[in-house]
């Protein structure tokens, strides 16, 4: 299964910015998907998961996508979250 952050070819990266473009993503949605994936790329392919799942025409159920939107927040939490010495 490939991420929509796996691809490293110039013209995989082009498909994957034509995809993202496609989600409607916003600045700040741009910004969260950067910074996570500097931080925590499988946070920030969990969230992208979460913005297509929730985007997309059919919905049976809401759970996968506030999972994928929970795990980001765990981990972002636990990077941030003092280490004690």
Known sequence: MTRLGDQCNSA??????????????????HRIVTTLRAMLPDAAASYEQAVMDLRGPVRVSWRGAAVEFREVVGEVLDLSRPTMT
């Open 12 to 29: 995989g990266e082009v498909a994957v910015g034509s995809l993202r473009r496609s989600l409607g993503y916003g600045d700040t949605e």
